[in-house]
């Protein structure tokens, strides 16, 4: 997990490509605040959703609250959108369900190495169920090359299969979407992560300038790209 909590930090989901039910419009206000590191109106969010879009803006106000150095409401954030996501998930399984709760499970392992042994399996099961699920879920994709870039490489962890994994996310994001969309900017930047990592400096531009695309104002593409000009004028 060497660089999941900077990451993650700054890993803030595309809007949703259709607006129509009151999930993704939740789900979109979610992530209208996380783009601004509003801790506020992402604990607001937390508190007023409930079920999947509670848990996500808990998701997405423990990486918020991580970035400005608040741990205790990180960890408190992650607490509550596990709870959330393990009571839909053992009532009634889903794959959107299982895969961000793998994710919490990712995130809160970065935060305490020391319990890597109990979630990281908790983790592995979570994301194998859903892919049953749902085989050709994006987010099912995206959260597998996520745990594949920040995983080392003697645990199974791999570069080219981070990249092959985003890829796969993005070819699905193809697909209509009416209700939880979030992701299609940040698989692009996940791949454009992978890219650089294996020395396609180009090749991780070019993904980094498609999220923005996708989402003009995505802020971890335009963070990655500012940090790669900076680096470029040296």
């Not at 399996?121 to 699920?133: F, G, H, P, V, W």
């Not at 999220?211 to 990655?224: H, S």
Request: hydrophobic content about 45%.
């Amino acid at each position: 997990m060497k660089t999941f909590l900077l990451l993650s930090s700054l890993a803030l989901a595309c809007a949703p490509v259709f607006a129509a039910s009151n999930s993704s419009l939740n789900i979109a206000e979610v992530d209208k605040a996380a783009s601004t590191l509003n801790i506020e109106k992402l604990q607001q969010l937390s508190t007023t959703t409930q079920d999947y879009e509670a848990a996500y803006a808990n998701y997405r106000l423990a990486i918020s609250a991580n970035v400005m150095g608040q741990k205790t409401l990180a960890d408190q954030a992650l607490a509550s959108a596990q709870a959330s996501l393990e009571t839909l998930t053992n009532s009634q399984a889903d794959a959107e369900s299982l895969a961000l709760l793998s994710s919490v499970y990712g995130m809160q392992i970065a935060l305490d190495n020391s319990k890597g042994a109990e979630l990281g399996i908790k983790s592995a099961n979570a994301i194998a169920q859903a892919e049953q699920l749902a085989p050709l879920n994006p987010r099912v994709a995206l959260v597998k090359a996520i745990a594949a870039y920040n995983t080392p490489a003697m645990f199974g962890g791999s570069m080219q299969h981070a990249k092959t994994l985003a890829s796969s996310a993005i070819e699905r994001f193809n697909q209509p979407c009416e209700d939880i969309c979030w992701g299609e900017a940040e698989a692009y930047t996940w791949r454009g992560l992978a890219k650089q990592e294996l020395g396609d400096a180009q090749g991780a531009i070019e993904d980094w300038q498609q999220a923005l695309q996708v989402e003009k104002d995505y802020g971890w593409a335009k963070f990655l790209l500012q940090q790669n000009q900076q680096i470029s004028a040296k």
